[in-house]
């Protein structure tokens, strides 16, 4: 191992607080993976809070890896050393168990580079005992892990907090057995998916046909995990570390999943049902984070519509930031406590321009309550806003991209409203991004728009924007969005195109013209409504009838009102 890689991982490690070393030899070894840089990695809050629970146990041992930057990665090559862990130093293919959490399409390429840096062959079916189980964990794993089932032996559905535990005491239970019948015990755990016991066969035109079980004992679906009371399994900052993208920033999950039933939005409908932390174990929170580094983040899908959120805010001594509010439930309470930590930019989330597209996604906001918004902000001395907007919605038309154009103006109006007195004048910036349908969407069977009439889109956007005063416009490529939505979107066949890609450096359209395989199959094609999705082995506990009865609610603008956890049992989730 060269120096500089070591004394690299120990710089990092001298600046942690939290940091958990354990002595060699622990029953079970995991080296916990996060296929991108140190950096992003530790932004993650699930990586914390698996880290803490397996290193919580007295039999076990978690360290962490992560993608070396481009110039390391070098390193590694040339000197052919393999890929080791951050606390130890050890190299990955010597642990028991490698356990990816996985958040972003865009990283799938980065596991295959981490697997080849430590040695570890891509392909599950070319691996031996000799080699460590390979996990999938991470949001990725909920909506349509296929197109990685090639390279994991076994994949963990849905939240991770409680199946972790059991896995580990089944392969304590099952040590020295044959890797089949560890993976057999494995599928039998609520949540656990074994790839390699189910086979997919296709039609001609390369639609799914049929899934069948090669092992008898094998579950016919997947059942998500869900942990049912947040309070036990809140994420929070475990390791502290200036090196991230919150720099030292103590971060508290206070609320998971979102009721709002926005039908472009996966996450909103995976975490179903949402829950929230009681307001006593938040301002624990709050407490803690005073302590260890006087600012705490608060995280969630939709943190304004905390039902206790003024109480927190006044519990909170330190520095307070959120990430992006819901126009509608922004109070006075929080906006005057972010203005009091010395926030100068809020983000806020019309998604789209018109209050018609914004009726057909089931947005449930105004322009009212946007200016409102907006005019709450301004008036807190707050003086620039991110607004985020979608291109490429279902039934979207040019009308509805000019209406983006005259939202912003409005809120440009409201802001010189507040900036002239003060004689300084904030900026207002669009965040942009191209629309990806999702499973277990009401949009899933919906096709992406292509990326010419993207990029057109775009140019009209921008050459309207680059017009108002103290505005600009920051955006995705939508060529890469398009990546997205057929990784997002496929199936068992994607596994050989990742796998060229990665040989061909990450360049997509060789891969597909090496392998034969068409993305547009995957991102451009409507699917019918009887159709076999590639996910449709997975139980999320929303019912497809529910989602299909909204994709209709959805043409005709109606709205669906917000959950009633509980109380309610449309879509299938509270039985």
Same mark, same amino acid.
């Given at each position: 191992m060269l120096r500089k890689l070591r004394e690299k991982s120990d710089s990092l490690l001298a600046e942690e607080r939290g940091t958990v070393y354990k002595a060699y030899?622990?029953?079970?070894? *995991?080296?916990?993976?996060?296929?991108?840089?140190?950096?992003?990695g530790m932004s993650n809050l699930g990586m914390h809070q698996i880290y803490s629970i397996l290193n919580k146990r007295d039999d076990t041992s978690c360290e962490r890896v992560f993608l070396p930057d481009a110039e390391d990665i070098e390193e590694y090559e040339s000197s052919n050393t393999k890929l080791f862990s951050l606390e130890s130093k050890r190299p990955v293919s010597g642990f028991d168990i490698l356990a990816f959490s996985v958040s972003f399409e865009q990283d799938y390429l980065n596991i295959l580079k981490m697997l080849r840096l430590a040695g570890i062959p891509l392909n599950k079916e070319r691996r031996t005992g000799e080699h460590p189980f390979v996990v999938l964990g991470g949001i990725c794993s909920f909506f349509n892990p296929e197109p990685l089932t090639d390279f994991f032996d076994l994949i963990i559905v849905g939240e991770g907090e409680e199946v972790v535990g059991e896995l580990i005491d089944l392969f304590k239970a099952n040590l020295g057995r044959e890797r089949r019948e560890i993976l057999m015990a494995g599928s039998l755990i609520p949540g656990v998916y074994v790839p390699e016991f189910y086979e997919v066969l296709f039609n001609d035109d390369g639609t799914i046909r049929e899934r069948k079980k090669r092992e008898a004992g094998a579950p016919d679906r997947i059942v998500k995990r869900t942990v049912q009371e947040l309070g036990a399994a809140a994420a929070a900052t475990v390791i502290l570390t200036p090196h991230t993208e919150f720099n030292d920033r103590y971060l508290a999950e206070i609320t998971r999943g979102c009721g709002r039933h926005c039908r472009f939005c996966m996450a909103g409908y995976i975490y179903l049902p949402p829950r929230n932390l009681g307001i006593d174990a938040a301002t624990e929170q709050a407490h803690r984070a005073d302590d260890l580094s006087g600012r705490i983040g608060l995280v969630g899908a939709?943190?304004?519509?905390?039902?206790?959120?003024?109480? #927190?805010?006044?519990?909170? &001594?330190?520095? #307070?930031s959120v990430s992006s509010l819901r126009a509608d439930s922004v109070s006075e309470a929080l906006i005057e406590r972010l203005a009091k930590s010395g926030h100068k930019t809020i983000a806020v989330a019309p998604e789209a321009g018109s209050e018609r597209l914004r009726k057909v996604i089931n947005k449930g906001i105004t322009d009212v309550d946007i200016l409102r918004a907006a005019d709450l902000i301004f008036s807190h001395g707050i003086p620039n806003l991110k607004l985020y907007f979608i291109i490429?919605?279902?039934?979207?038309?040019? &009308?509805?991209?000019?209406? *983006?154009?005259?939202?912003?103006?409005?809120?440009?109006?409201? &802001?010189?409203? !507040?900036?002239?007195?003060l004689g300084r004048i904030g900026r207002i910036t669009l965040s942009v991004n191209s629309f990806v349908p999702k499973p277990f969407t009401p949009f899933q069977w919906e096709p992406m728009e292509s990326v010419g009439s993207l990029n057109k889109k775009i140019r009209v956007l921008d050459k309207a924007i680059k017009k108002i005063g103290n505005m600009n416009m920051i955006h995705d490529l939508p060529k890469w969005e398009y990546v997205q939505a057929f990784l997002s979107r496929g199936d068992r066949?994607?596994?050989?195109?990742?796998?060229?890609? !990665?040989? &061909?450096?990450?360049?997509?359209?060789?891969?597909?013209?090496?392998?034969?395989?068409?993305?547009?199959?995957?991102v451009s094609r409507r699917r019918g409504f009887d159709e076999v999705l590639p996910w449709d082995f997975i139980d999320i506990g929303v019912r497809k009838e529910y989602l299909r009865n909204e994709y209709e609610r959805a043409l005709e603008g109606k709205f669906t009102p917000p959950c009633s956890v509980g109380s309610c049992k449309t879509c299938g989730v509270c039985k």
């Open positions: 030899g622990a029953e079970v070894e *995991i080296a916990l993976a996060y296929p991108n840089t140190y950096h992003i939709a943190i304004s519509d905390y039902p206790a959120i003024g109480e #927190l805010c006044t519990a909170i &001594q330190g520095n #307070l490429g919605l279902p039934t979207e038309i040019m &009308q509805d991209i000019e209406a *983006i154009i005259v939202l912003a103006k409005r809120v440009h109006e409201v &802001q010189l409203t !507040h900036a002239r007195p066949k994607l596994g050989r195109l990742m796998a060229a890609a !990665h040989e &061909q450096g990450g360049d997509w359209k060789k891969a597909s013209k090496s392998t034969g395989i068409d993305t547009d199959v995957y």
